[in-house]
């Protein structure tokens, strides 16, 4: 077929209408082909990204393959007639009429001039037959091919009312039974729908295979996705988003040049599943036991875009105000070839529009500290690029006001990932942080304590948490909860009493002292937290226990925060032997203000916050000076500074 594909198949049409097919131009085909050749798959299923070259690939070029260098009958098969009409018009007679096998059409009756009719009988002696799911099964099962081809294969996975036996796709391809197994080929493909489509799940039951590129500054052999296509996530417009975005390396992080992505894609190669890759380029492993090719590629193989016209997509998406989900689903199915998932069905979801407009009195605009703040707190979410972090007040009656939130940037670029974050940390703090944030009467305030997630890269948060300057106020801070499961966390458990390491125990929270670190971490139940949140989320802004943001003119100024706050939803999950469980989960990846939010709420109760306050609680006092370390309610200060 490769061979097939270089000396006979002509591009019908777009910018190199008329030529024969370049493997540069998208190296990834190459690489579909020859593991078609290679004899060890008699069946495949590609899924990739639109407007890539998909159908000319994987649907056009076998079936040309078959009827004409073959010289055999093959199966052609979609949803309905009337795609495979439009199907032959639109991609394979122009792809005929472009190369020397024009003149095995036939030259009179049903099929020629151009015409299309279900069984075209070329002159060669090869056949194109087309069936489809409609009708009754006789339709499929009066025929046999020793190959077939399918396209739209996702909308013939389920049987039809008329018949009485299996789905379409495997009524068609059972018309190969009559040839020896080895010799039987069925090629699937199809742009990916849902996780339960029959395309995904013929790709994921194959080899589920991955292109690998060796990465120039690195060196290792990296499979870029969605996450890796960076720069435009903070950029104010689409134009600057066009103007920043790039790829980078998922293991270094350094940039990639598009002359460096296309000579990655160049020198590409295919791991499937259960195998690896060494730095030499060598695969290890044995492939899967299946008979099935499961071919995939994402936009970062796709050469006729650059990651510009990707990110204005991904950029318009994050600032749309209404079909979001619409446009979530593009980006997903025809720009990275994964399933959309439907949000799963939640009694009381969070609105994301009512979570935006949730603006405070005029006066509390952004960076404004309001007079009556009992608790001061800060919480910050390390990134590779981009650390997030967000500002809070607890007011008098538990109302928490969002002072002021944002990002820092981390020179990765330029150094060592550890490095860069501890350098990144020392400059917010001294350049933001401890120059504090005014009052409404001009008193200047620092917060009383700042959380720092310590979950990833927590050797960097400890190390800048000991440094003299850091003094009492940093804390490193660890979330856990049923939502963090797949992750490298467990679980919260609430320790039963303190002891020589846990100092204090709170309301889902305890402060231990980590005597390898030599200072003491906030560890927290995040699920707790969140849900804790979302109630102030819901409750009425003004009243006890809410949540609001600081007061802008501008109507979209939360509209990024808002959609992070609604990137997990929780949801009760029955586990046998458990029961009902509260669990959440991630339906986006930008997701760091909500883990913000969550966190700042834990840090107002350390520092005393309360909705709810015990008879014999006292009431809040004034906050402490803001170089005054926070004493725990005996009045040992072992919380917020060194170890006595």
Same mark, same amino acid.
């Given at each position: 077929?490769?061979?097939?594909?270089?000396?006979?198949?002509?591009?019908?049409?777009?910018?190199?209408?008329?030529?024969?097919?370049?493997?540069?131009?998208?190296?990834?085909?190459?690489?579909?082909?020859?593991?078609?050749?290679?004899?060890?798959?008699?069946?495949? $299923?590609?899924?990739?990204?639109?407007?890539?070259?998909?159908?000319?690939?994987?649907?056009?070029?076998?079936?040309?393959?078959?009827?004409?260098?073959?010289?055999?009958?093959?199966?052609?098969?979609?949803?309905?007639?009337?795609?495979?009409?439009?199907?032959?018009?639109?991609?394979?007679?122009?792809?005929?009429?472009?190369?020397?096998?024009?003149?095995?059409?036939?030259?009179?009756? &049903?099929?020629?001039?151009?015409?299309?009719?279900?069984?075209?009988?070329?002159?060669?002696?090869?056949?194109?037959?087309?069936?489809?799911?409609?009708?009754?099964?006789?339709?499929?099962?009066?025929?046999?091919?020793?190959?077939?081809?399918?396209? +739209?294969?996702?909308?013939?996975?389920?049987?039809?009312?008329?018949?009485?036996?299996?789905?379409?796709?495997?009524?068609?391809?059972?018309?190969?039974?009559?040839?020896?197994?080895?010799?039987?080929?069925?090629?699937?493909?199809?742009?990916?729908?849902?996780?339960?489509?029959?395309?995904?799940?013929?790709?994921?039951?194959?080899?589920?295979?991955?292109?690998?590129?060796?990465?120039?500054?690195?060196?290792?052999?990296?499979?870029?996705?969605?996450?890796?296509?960076?720069?435009?996530?903070?950029?104010?417009?689409?134009? $600057?988003?066009?103007?920043?975005?790039?790829?980078?390396?998922?293991?270094?992080?350094?940039?990639?040049? +598009?002359?460096?992505?296309?000579?990655?894609?160049?020198?590409?190669?295919?791991?499937?599943?259960?195998?690896?890759?060494?730095?030499?380029?060598?695969?290890?492993?044995?492939?899967?036991?299946?008979?099935?090719?499961?071919?995939?590629?994402?936009?970062?193989?796709?050469?006729?875009?650059?990651?510009? +016209?990707?990110?204005?997509?991904?950029?318009?998406?994050?600032?749309?105000?209404?079909?979001?989900?619409?446009?979530?689903?593009?980006?997903?199915?025809?720009?990275?070839?994964?399933?959309?998932?439907?949000?799963?069905?939640?009694?009381?979801?969070?609105?994301?529009?009512?979570?935006?407009?949730?603006?405070?009195?005029?006066?509390?605009?952004?960076?404004?500290?309001?007079?009556?703040? #009992?608790?001061?707190?800060?919480?910050?979410?390390?990134?590779?690029?981009?650390?997030?972090?967000?500002?809070?007040?607890?007011?008098?009656?538990?109302?928490?006001?969002?002072?002021?939130?944002?990002?820092?940037?981390?020179?990765?670029?330029?150094?060592?990932?550890?490095? $860069?974050?501890?350098?990144?940390?020392?400059?917010?703090?001294?350049?933001?942080?401890?120059?504090?944030?005014?009052?409404?009467?001009?008193?200047?305030?620092?917060?009383?304590?700042?959380?720092?997630?310590?979950?990833?890269?927590?050797?960097?948060?400890?190390?800048?948490?000991?440094?003299?300057?850091?003094?009492?106020?940093?804390?490193?801070?660890?979330?856990?909860?049923?939502?963090?499961?797949?992750?490298?966390?467990?679980?919260?458990?609430?320790?039963?009493?303190?002891?020589?390491?846990?100092?204090?125990?709170?309301?889902?929270?305890?402060?231990?002292?980590?005597? &390898?670190?030599?200072?003491?971490?906030?560890?927290?139940? $995040?699920?707790?937290?969140?849900?804790?949140?979302?109630?102030?989320?819901?409750?009425?802004?003004?009243?006890?226990?809410?949540?609001?943001?600081?007061?802008?003119?501008?109507?979209? #100024?939360?509209?990024?925060?808002?959609?992070?706050?609604?990137?997990?939803?929780?949801?009760?999950?029955?586990?046998?032997?458990?029961?009902?469980?509260?669990?959440?989960?991630?339906?986006?990846?930008?997701?760091?203000?909500?883990?913000?939010?969550?966190?700042?709420?834990?840090?107002?109760?350390?520092?005393?916050?309360?909705?709810?306050?015990?008879?014999?609680?006292?009431?809040?006092?004034?906050?402490?000076?803001?170089?005054?370390?926070?004493?725990?309610?005996?009045?040992?200060?072992?919380?917020?500074?060194?170890?006595?």
């Amino acid at each position: 077929m490769e061979e097939f594909a270089a000396a006979e198949f002509v591009i019908p049409k777009g910018l190199a209408k008329g030529t024969l097919i370049s493997w540069d131009t998208q190296p990834f085909a190459r690489l579909l082909v020859r593991e078609l050749d290679g004899g060890r798959w008699r069946r495949s $299923a590609v899924l990739g990204c639109v407007q890539s070259g998909k159908s000319t690939i994987a649907y056009v070029l076998p079936t040309l393959y078959y009827a004409f260098e073959c010289r055999e009958p093959v199966i052609v098969f979609s949803p309905t007639q009337k795609i495979n009409r439009d199907k032959f018009k639109d991609e394979i007679l122009p792809a005929i009429m472009a190369s020397r096998y024009r003149q095995h059409l036939p030259r009179d009756g &049903s099929g020629s001039r151009g015409g299309w009719t279900e069984e075209i009988r070329l002159t060669n002696g090869g056949v194109l037959k087309f069936m489809s799911a409609g009708g009754g099964d006789e339709n499929r099962s009066s025929y046999t091919a020793r190959c077939v081809v399918g396209t +739209e294969v996702d909308k013939m996975d389920v049987a039809g009312e008329t018949s009485r036996e299996t789905d379409p796709v495997s009524q068609i391809e059972a018309r190969t039974g009559s040839f020896p197994e080895q010799l039987r080929r069925c090629h699937l493909e199809c742009t990916v729908s849902v996780p339960e489509g029959c395309i995904w799940t013929e790709y994921q039951n194959g080899t589920a295979s991955r292109i690998v590129c060796p990465c120039p500054h690195c060196g290792d052999w990296v499979t870029p996705e969605r996450e890796h296509l960076v720069g435009w996530q903070d950029a104010d417009s689409e134009i $600057a988003a066009r103007e920043n975005a790039y790829f980078a390396c998922p293991t270094c992080g350094k940039k990639l040049t +598009e002359a460096e992505r296309r000579e990655m894609n160049r020198r590409a190669k295919l791991v499937h599943r259960g195998q690896s890759i060494d730095a030499e380029g060598n695969i290890v492993g044995d492939p899967p036991r299946t008979d099935t090719l499961g071919f995939r590629w994402n936009a970062f193989s796709n050469l006729f875009w650059g990651p510009s +016209e990707i990110a204005a997509k991904e950029w318009a998406a994050k600032h749309a105000t209404s079909g979001e989900e619409a446009l979530e689903r593009e980006l997903c199915q025809f720009y990275w070839a994964v399933p959309w998932q439907s949000p799963d069905y939640d009694a009381t979801p969070l609105d994301f529009h009512q979570v935006r407009r949730r603006f405070a009195y005029r006066r509390y605009t952004k960076g404004v500290v309001p007079e009556d703040t #009992e608790q001061f707190a800060m919480a910050i979410d390390l990134g590779k690029r981009f650390c997030t972090w967000t500002l809070g007040a607890c007011r008098k009656g538990c109302r928490r006001h969002i002072i002021e939130y944002k990002t820092f940037e981390v020179p990765s670029d330029s150094m060592e990932v550890k490095r $860069a974050l501890l350098l990144a940390l020392e400059q917010f703090r001294d350049d933001v942080i401890l120059e504090g944030w005014h009052c409404p009467d001009g008193e200047i305030r620092v917060p009383q304590v700042v959380f720092i997630d310590a979950g990833w890269n927590g050797d960097v948060v400890y190390e800048f948490c000991r440094q003299k300057k850091s003094g009492a106020r940093f804390r490193p801070a660890i979330g856990y909860g049923l939502s963090q499961l797949f992750r490298r966390f467990r679980t919260y458990r609430k320790p039963p009493k303190t002891g020589t390491e846990v100092k204090l125990i709170g309301e889902e929270y305890h402060v231990l002292w980590v005597p &390898s670190e030599r200072l003491f971490r906030v560890d927290f139940n $995040a699920d707790n937290w969140k849900t804790q949140l979302f109630d102030g989320l819901r409750t009425p802004r003004g009243t006890e226990g809410a949540v609001e943001f600081y007061h802008s003119s501008d109507p979209n #100024e939360h509209i990024t925060v808002a959609k992070h706050y609604v990137a997990e939803r929780p949801l009760k999950t029955f586990t046998p032997g458990v029961g009902s469980e509260l669990r959440w989960y991630k339906e986006k990846d930008d997701n760091h203000y909500l883990d913000n939010g969550s966190n700042l709420l834990c840090a107002f109760h350390l520092l005393g916050a309360r909705l709810i306050r015990s008879a014999e609680q006292p009431a809040a006092q004034k906050p402490p000076p803001a170089g005054r370390p926070f004493l725990t309610p005996d009045g040992r200060p072992y919380l917020l500074t060194d170890r006595e």
